[in-house]
C-alpha cells in the first residue's frame, strides 16, 4: 500500500529544499553548456538538482521510477507503477539569463494516472501544488475554477516562432487567434505557463512540442482547476512522448480548436 499523503509531504518538502539550493546557486559561478543546439542549455545546478531528487527518491521509495530530463533515472517503455516525472530547472534559459522565471517541475503519476502535480515557482517563492481529486492550491490557497471568457478579453501564452515560419505548424493557423485575443504573452518555461493558466493569470497556453517533464505536474494541475490539456489536434496527451499542447479553460480550448485550428475534441478523451 502507498502511503499518497506521506508521498506528497515528501516530495513537498524536497521541492523546497531543492529551490533554497538552487537559491543559494546564484552566489556561485555556474558551469553552462549546450545540448541539442548552442540555445539548448543545461547547467551543473540542472543535473546537480535532478540527483538531489533521484538520491530522495531511491532512499526512500525504491520501487518508486523515476523520468528525468536530465537523463539521470530510467528509461521507462511504460506507464506501470509510481512514476515520477521530473524536470529539475524548466526554464534553463531565464534560469541563466535572468536569474527568474524558471520552475521546478514534479508530476507522480500511479498506473498514468497523475495524483500528485508540483510546480516551484523557485524565485517567487510560488508554489503550485495538487493532488487529485483534492483541488489545487497556491502556497496553500485554493485556486478557484478556471473562468469562461470570451476569446476577446483573454490572454493567451505562445512564443512567436508559432506565427513566423517553421517546421510544425502552419503559421496561418495561429495568426488569426494571436489577432483576435487581448494579448499575447510567453514566459519560457512551460510549468509556469501551466501554473499561470492554472491561477487565472493566462486564460490558455500553445506550445508545439512538449517532453514529459515539460507538463507532467501541469496536467495534474490544470484538471483540478477544471481546465483542459490536450495536444492541438484535440487529442489525448501521451505520457511518455512528446506532444504539442493546448491547456486552456474549457470554453476556450473549444473555442480555440473549433474556430481555429478547425479540430474537434477528440470524442473519447474524459471531458
Ligand atoms: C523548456 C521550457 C520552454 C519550452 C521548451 C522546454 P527547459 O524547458 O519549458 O518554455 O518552450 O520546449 O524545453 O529545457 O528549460 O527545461
Ligand atoms: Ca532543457
Ligand atoms: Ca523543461
Ligand atoms: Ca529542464
Redesign the pocket.
Known sequence: MNNWAEIDKSAKEWVKEAGERIRSSFNTTLSIQTKSNPN?LVTNMDKETEQFFLEKIRNTYPDHFILG?EGQGHELASTDGIIWII?P?????NFVHQQRN?AISIGIYENGIGKIGLIYDVVHNELYHAVKGEGAYMNGIKLPDLKDVPISESILSL?ATWVTENKRIDPNILAPLVRDVRGTRS?????I?FAYVAAGRLDGYI?L???P??FAAGLVIIEEVGGLTTTLDGEKINLLDKNSILVASKSIHRAILSDYVKKQLKEDYDR
Do not use: K
Not at 530547472?89 to 534559459?93: E, L, Y
Open positions: 539548448d530530463e524536470d530547472i524548466d526554464g534553463t534559459m524558471f512564443n514566459y519560457g518555461s512551460a510549468a505557463e506550445t512540442r512538449l517532453a517533464w515539460d
